[in-house]
């Protein structure tokens, strides 16, 4: 008989584990990714959408023996900004990240930068008022504590 029965189990080339979007500052985000079982994997690529249906490519990182990738994106403020990954196979193949959504609902009502600061830090977004601002280390130890006043 010339009929055969063929069971093709191709190995998938990763296994995704997750994507998240976050905000960096007013307009840039963080694109992260963890996979395990990577085989074959010649590169990741962020891309993004604005409607959620039509992607662009925004940054591609070459694969390693990370579980964990990133990549630091534009992203609009009052926009809605969908995100995938791509990954392509080293023959090319491709397969994709669910798609995340990162919007801002609202400008943040105090922004401090740089952080980690050492000798200046720079508060925006503060509304005319008096304030008593106080500064902590990562241990929640008060750092130095002044009362402020914005016209």
């Given at each position: 008989?010339?009929?055969?029965?063929?069971?093709?189990?191709?190995t998938l080339p990763l296994t995704w584990l997750?994507?998240?979007?976050?905000?960096?500052?007013?307009?840039?985000?963080k694109v992260s990714w963890q996979v395990v079982q990577q085989k074959n994997v010649k590169d990741y690529t962020v891309q993004y959408s604005g409607d959620g249906s039509i992607f662009t490519n925004l940054c591609t990182v070459s694969s390693s023996p990370a579980t964990?990738?990133?990549?630091?994106?534009?992203?609009?403020?009052?926009t809605k900004n969908y995100y995938r990954v791509m990954q392509q196979d080293i023959d090319?193949?491709?397969?994709?990240s669910k798609i995340v959504l990162l919007?801002?609902?609202?400008?943040?009502?105090?922004?401090?930068?740089?952080?980690p600061a050492e000798n200046k830090l720079y508060l925006d977004g503060l509304p005319p008022g008096y304030y008593s601002i106080e500064i902590a280390d990562a241990n929640g130890n008060t750092i130095k504590k002044k009362n402020v006043q914005r016209d």
């Open positions: 008989s010339n009929f055969f029965i063929e069971n093709n189990n191709g997750g994507v998240q979007a976050q905000w960096i500052n007013g307009s840039e985000a964990s990738y990133n990549c630091i994106v534009q992203a609009g403020k009052n090319g193949k491709t397969t994709y919007q801002s609902s609202a400008k943040p009502l105090l922004v401090a930068y740089p952080n």
